[in-house]
């Protein structure tokens, strides 16, 4: 599983719930479908490069958060 890392305060039973839901996505095309899959839907809001080979794909989750997808 890859790393969540938390800097929004979820309570243990939220930060486990997310856990589970990210658990299988290990390709950037697999957090796309589950972002299109969602309800309401979630499409990539931004990308950003971070160097040739790696960019960040940040997603809205909910209310005023986001997350946001390492990719290499």
Do not use: N
């Not at 957090?31 to 839907?41: C, E, L, N, Y």
Request: aromatic letters at 8%; zero cysteines; a negative charge.
């Amino acid at each position: 599983m890859v790393p969540l890392t938390d800097h929004s305060g979820l309570s243990p039973e939220r930060r486990a719930a997310l856990e589970r839901q990210l658990a299988p996505l290990t390709l950037l095309q697999d957090v796309v479908r589950w972002g299109f899959a969602s309800t309401p839907p979630r499409d990539v809001a931004a990308v950003v490069v971070q160097d040739e080979f790696t960019h960040d794909v940040v997603l809205p989750w909910e209310e005023e958060r986001y997350l946001v997808f390492d990719t290499t």
